[in-house]
């Protein structure tokens, strides 16, 4: 195990542009660290620069107490699953845990006991005759993880692990990886694009947006807190609600002007100008009064249900979150929402979050 | 639709292929292969006369010279099959004017024969750019009779087999080499393999259908060796360059004795199958 430090990381390609612009992380030992953000906005690059794939232009790795940033990728105490799971086709299961250990000159027994430990724990220990082909999707990740555990590497590196299985293998999946951390203790650093995946396996995420990282915190303090619009945008299904609003400072309140006219008093903020409302769907509710809407589309996904309405003058219609036991309007009716003010973020025209402050009734 | 109708459509659908298989495969094998054992001239109708073409073939000292020189003519195999494997690596490397080391390497491929057969006549003349070249590095003071000598000469030919056929195996090995998944060999450098350590332990089992594949096409287009020797040296020195195949062709076409050319080659083609055999039995993936 290691705590891993990234001090302005640097990518840029001899021929194009700079993909990584000064990366500043701090991983703690035995973390758990998800790194999401949309494609190509450089997270598996960053992976690949600190497994030692890809060349760093600037900036330091540390990887314990070690610069790692001129040590060869198989020195460097990392261990890598890749999103193809990149197993030896030619090789048993045996063959590919045991692969990497051989050329480290292990001794037999060590290979065979190492195999057996990792083995028995992705209950893979029935498999490892057989070749990559002849194993499912799910097989052939649990193979990739154990050839990363044999090694017993200081960090563990998944790059996007889950992206090609079915979504409810995938789900299975997230579970025993959790589990593999808890077992472990290892610090462990995840790429994926996919919010749930970031939501519910990171102790931290480091959203990542065009080279840069947004926002760094727990998956509740990112979805509560998002310093931002992207990151805002970014995690929570479905997105967030944006609304351009006017604000101007009322005592210890904000005053909005919601695009139709209402008005509403937001406690705690002190802004003002054109900014942006963002709201998450679960804080709209319909009412007997407030923001005039049009249903145009309910869908049922058997716990809740997402209302998209659609105000006047707004070309993106709001997402509302009901329960599967509220009752929805019909699509086409016109209805009334509320907004719940105090879960309301407040975006300035810079797109940075407008922090407010705690307040009450 | 009828079990009956499928079946109709289905010989309809093989019907071309198999018409085609017939008139320029099946029909010329067997037939071959029927007047291997008679005395046929082209005018006269064939005359059986069982197995006495292949005890001549066999008393003939110039068959048993023409298989050894065949049977030698197989060290082309692992030389071209290594060189296209090397030149195959050199060259999917992302280097500047790669492209046109590729399109080098294969333009011998597209040369027809006579046009190399011309060219390397003219390289191996006792005057000519090879012999010119030694002379100039000082390697040797008299020239060396690459087609004249009888104990290189079948080498001489070997190596324009190997120079023109290198191309065409650089191109198969590097198709293979490109399927090779890229990720794979970056688990292999995470697991502490070096440079040698992929190549040997990654790259050759992951191109052994590859290797396979190739093995097994120039086996067989060594030992059907025929247009190099006679467009070069017609078989001499001495017989030395006399192939199996330039044999048939000389008994066959020339001498018109049918027969004794078709026995020949039913005894290559046995030879062929055996060496195809052996290919599959020792370097086909064993599957698990």
């Known amino acids: ?77 990392v261990a890598m699953v890749f999103q193809s799971y990149a197993l030896y086709p030619h090789m048993t299961v045996r063959e590919n845990m045991a692969f990497g250990l051989k050329l480290a000159g292990k001794s037999k027994q060590e290979i065979n006991e190492a195999v057996t430990r990792a083995s028995d724990i992705l209950q893979i220990g029935h498999l ?51 589990r593999l951390h808890q077992d472990l203790g290892s610090t462990m650093i995840y790429v994926t694009h996919d919010q749930v995946e970031a939501m519910t396996m990171g102790d931290r995420i480091a959203v990542f947006n065009a080279g840069r990282i947004e926002q760094v915190g727990t998956p509740l303090a990112l979805y509560q807190h998002p310093a931002n619009l992207f990151v805002a945008g970014f995690l929570g299904s479905p997105k967030m609600n944006f609304l351009p609003v006017s604000a101007s400072i009322f005592g210890h309140s904000t005053s909005i002007r919601l695009p139709g006219g209402e008005l509403l008093t937001l406690p705690g903020a002190r802004a003002e100008g054109e900014l942006t409302l963002g709201i998450r769907a679960e804080h709209l509710r319909f009412a007997e009064h407030g923001v005039p809407v049009t249903v145009e589309l309910v869908e049922h996904l058997g716990d809740v249900q997402i209302v998209y309405a659609r105000a006047a003058g707004q070309s993106e219609p709001l997402a509302v979150k009901l329960g599967s036991d509220s009752t929805a309007p019909a699509s086409g009716s016109r209805a009334w929402l509320a907004i719940d003010t105090a879960q309301c973020h407040l975006f300035g025209p810079d797109g940075q979050a407008i922090r407010r402050t705690e307040h009450t009734f | 639709m009828t079990s009956r109708k499928n079946t109709l459509q289905a010989w309809l659908f093989l019907g071309p292929a198999l018409l085609l298989l017939m008139a320029f495969s099946f029909w010329p094998v067997g037939f071959g292969s029927y007047l291997a054992f008679t ?92 012999n010119a070249v030694l002379r100039w590095l000082h390697v040797i003071n008299e020239p060396i009779g690459w087609l004249s000598d009888d104990r290189i000469a079948l080498f001489s030919v070997m190596f324009v087999t190997i120079w023109r056929g290198l191309g065409w195996y650089m191109v198969l090995y590097l198709a293979g080499l490109q399927s090779v998944p890229q990720d794979v060999y970056e688990a292999a450098v995470l697991d502490g393999a070096n440079a040698w350590q992929r190549f040997w332990k990654i790259t050759v089992p992951l191109l052994m259908p590859t290797i396979l594949l190739c093995s097994v096409m120039s086996m067989l ?32 076409i020339k001498s018109l004795n049918f027969g004794r050319a078709l026995a020949a080659s039913l005894v290559m083609s046995v030879f062929c199958v055996a060496l195809a055999w052996l290919n599959f039995r020792y370097l086909q993936p064993r599957k698990k």
């Open chain 1, 128 to 178: 490892l005759e057989r070749k990559p082909k002849a194993l499912s999707g799910g097989q052939r990740q649990r193979v990739a993880i154990g050839r990363a555990i044999v090694r017993k590497p200081d960090v563990f590196l998944f790059d996007e692990p889950l992206s090609n299985l079915d979504a409810a293998l995938r789900v299975q999946m997230r579970i025993e990886l959790t």
């Open chain 2, 221 to 252: 287009a060594a030992v059907k060796c025929f247009e190099e020797v006679q467009i070069m040296t017609k078989g001499g020195p001495m017989q030395s360059t006399y192939t199996a195949l330039f044999y048939a062709y000389e008994f066959g």
């Open chain 2, 39 to 130: 005395q046929y001239n082209l005018i006269d109708a064939p005359v059986w006369v069982g197995l006495d073409n292949f005890r001549e073939l066999f008393a003939d000292e110039l068959f048993i010279s023409a298989l050894k020189n065949s049977a030698l003519y197989l060290l082309v195999v692992p030389a071209i099959q290594v060189l296209a494997l090397l030149l195959a690596v050199l060259v999917n490397n992302q280097l500047p004017g790669i492209k046109f080391y590729r399109a080098a390497y294969y333009l011998p491929v597209v040369t027809t024969v006579s046009v190399i057969g011309v060219i390397w006549n003219f390289m191996y003349t006792d005057d000519g750019a090879l």
């Open chain 1, 1 to 77: 195990m290691a705590e891993l430090k990234l001090k302005q990381i640097k990518k840029t390609y001899d021929e194009g542009p700079t993909v990584i612009h000064g990366v500043d992380l701090d991983i703690r030992d035995g973390e758990f660290m998800v790194f999401v953000g949309p494609s190509g906005c450089g997270k598996s690059t960053m992976m690949r620069m600190i497994a030692g794939l890809e060349d760093i232009s600037a900036g330091e790795v540390w990887i314990g107490d070690t610069l790692a940033n001129d040590v060869p990728p198989a020195k460097r105490g």
